[in-house]
């Protein structure tokens, strides 16, 4: 008898414990961006009348580092604003800034004409580059578009026809959904073809997996690069803030607040738009690891 | 008199309550994953949802495939069970039956803190040591596989197994194992065709007790798998069940297919672990009979 509760208890534990496994991926994190506070925004919003109230944003997931750092140094000027962030993927930011539930859509791509037609507009306030990182063993140094997209649909299996050793290739990239990966799918031009080894649902597990075998490549946003992985330049430009800005890297993508044409926003909605497209944000911008374009 | 009659009764509602508390859990889960995954069942077809052998729901033309999540929960079981129902087994026999008291006081409290650790632990030391040793060892060009998820699946069902099976051997009654070795039986010879029939029922509860563990881990196999949503092969990377839903849950939009179809997958992995009780209850009930 003795027994039998015994094992009614574990089984209640294990089944318990395989919810809370299962409810895992889906906690959403709170915007806490790198804490580069004092250094800008002092003057920017301080000259209005004292705002109150909430900022509803969000969308790409991409984002997250930029807005949680800009909302953070926008909110120590107002304290009275709320600025939140809801990371649910760039085409929830887009139907939430068309359906009202969103002050503020975000997304890491430019609009869509149907979207556009429907009466949203899209302003980029930041550039994202997303680098193409191998192991440091690996011997290439670098990659042209059309042959990273040979490598990530398996075309290519081997390193040797890409001028490295004589090694399988390995990509390993982001689960579906994630912003990087719907941005190097794009851009690549290989949406829905690559050959995955594996699909981490992490920026630092890509790294750790690219890290730990000497034949995987991957892709990750230019401001999370580390000494770990070695990048490779694309047609012969070495990603960096400079190239990024003028073009010349091919593997960028727009962050871009989304907004209803004609349709006036918040004093506070409106004070902080503003705030992030100001001079004084661009140095927010750049710590939280995108470029800014001014 | 009155007032510890009245003590009494409200005691008796508070336990009432409590008890109610986990009964109205498990309907409502119940009720919620049968009304939230039906959906998307419907819309997909209930063949092409349990058949498809493809899954890619953020392409254009979205595909919810999940015999090759079904298939590799079922393999990855059935692989952590082989390793680890000998293991577990013969650890439970060597507690219960042949360990001299001081290292069966060192061994037991080592298993019961296998059982505390967290899975996620487990994970990452999969990830950090497991997977490259398995790349190196078989000289894989990636060590994220069924067979890292298997290893690992396979230590942490082991407490449950050893565990369970271990009382299970100590209830066996003294009588039995007496008049074995009154007959001439060794004690070896007496554990094995004696003690281990004896405790069966509750051996294959432990058994379906960590196959069960199995089923449901999502974190750690998250981390040594690799997650893409292949048929299942013993080095290829493969998905769970469970980290299906884990790991595209995040970005599902709302009100999308693609989430509803990952709650169709949380019901399917739900009737799972229905079926996996409802074999052990079937065990514990026949172990009281007899």
């Known amino acids: 008898m003795k027994m039998k509760r015994f094992i009614a208890m574990t089984v209640a534990c294990v089944m318990a414990a395989g919810l809370v496994a299962c409810g895992g991926g889906a906690s959403s994190s709170a915007a806490t961006g790198s804490s580069t506070g004092a250094a800008t925004g002092s003057s920017a919003a301080a000259a209005g009348a004292e705002l109150s109230g909430g900022v509803a944003t969000g969308g790409s997931t991409s984002v997250e580092k930029v807005i949680g750092a800009l909302s953070e140094a926008f909110m120590e000027e107002n304290t009275g604003v709320d ?212 | 008199m009155k007032l510890k009659h009245s003590i009494e009764r409200i005691m008796n509602m508070v336990f009432f309550v409590c008890g109610m508390v986990s009964i109205a859990a498990v309907a409502l889960i119940t009720i919620y994953m049968i009304w939230a995954g039906l959906p998307a069942i419907v819309k997909i077809g209930p063949i092409d949802f349990l058949f498809g052998t493809v899954w890619k729901s953020t392409a254009a033309e979205p595909q919810f495939g999940i015999l090759p999540f079904i298939l590799t929960s079922v393999w990855g079981m059935f692989g952590a069970l082989l390793i680890g129902v000998p293991v577990g087994l013969f650890t439970a026999i060597f507690l219960a039956k042949l360990a001299p008291a001081k290292l069966g006081n060192v061994v037991r409290p080592a298993v019961e803190l296998l059982a505390g650790i967290p899975s996620v632990v487990y994970g990452l030391i999969g990830m950090i040591v497991l997977v490259p040793a398995v790349m190196d060892f078989f000289k894989l060009k990636s060590g994220s596989n069924l067979f890292s998820a298997i290893l690992v699946l396979s230590i942490m069902v082991l407490p449950n197994i050893i565990s369970v099976s271990e009382t299970a051997l100590r209830a066996v009654p003294e009588e039995y194992e007496e008049a074995s070795l009154g007959l001439g039986a060794t004690w070896i010879e007496t554990v094995f065709k004696v003690s281990v029939p004896a405790a069966k029922s509750g051996i294959v509860a432990g058994i379906v007790l960590g196959a069960g563990r199995a089923v449901g881990e999502a974190m750690a196999v998250m981390m040594v798998a690799g997650n893409v949503a292949n048929m299942p092969g013993l080095f290829k990377s493969v998905r769970f069940l469970t980290t299906a839903v884990a790991s595209e849950m995040s970005y599902a939009a709302d009100g999308s297919l693609q989430k509803q179809a990952l709650f169709s997958i949380g019901l399917v992995l739900f009737v799972f672990i229905m079926l996996i009780n409802w074999a052990l209850n079937r065990f514990l009930k026949r172990g009281e009979k007899q």
């Open chain 1, 83 to 294: 600025v939140t962030y809801d990371p649910t993927g760039s085409g929830a930011g887009v139907t939430g800034a068309a359906d009202g539930t969103l002050d503020i859509g975000l997304s890491s791509r430019a609009l869509k004409e149907e979207e556009t037609a429907q009466g949203l507009v899209g302003t980029t306030f930041a550039l994202d580059g997303i680098a193409i990182v191998v192991n440091p063993e690996n011997t290439v140094s670098d990659l042209s578009l059309e042959q990273i997209a040979q490598l990530a649909t398996g075309q290519i299996t081997n390193w040797s026809e890409v001028g490295g050793p004589d090694a399988p290739v390995v990509l390993i990239g982001r689960e579906a959904g994630s912003g990087t990966r719907d941005g190097f799918e794009s851009i690549v031009g290989v949406e829905d073809q690559c050959v995955y080894e594996q699909e981490l649902t992490s920026t630092g597990a890509v790294l750790a997996g690219v890290a730990a075998n000497p034949n995987a490549f991957g892709y990750v946003s230019l401001a999370s690069v580390d000494d770990s992985v070695k990048m490779v330049t694309v047609d012969g430009v070495t990603a960096s803030e400079e190239t990024v800005k003028d073009g010349s890297y091919k593997i960028q993508r727009p962050f871009v607040f989304v907004t209803k044409e004609g349709e006036a926003l918040s004093a506070q909605a409106q004070a902080f738009f503003d705030f992030a497209l100001s001079e004084n944000a661009s140095e927010l911008i750049a710590n939280a690891g995108a470029v800014p374009l001014v």
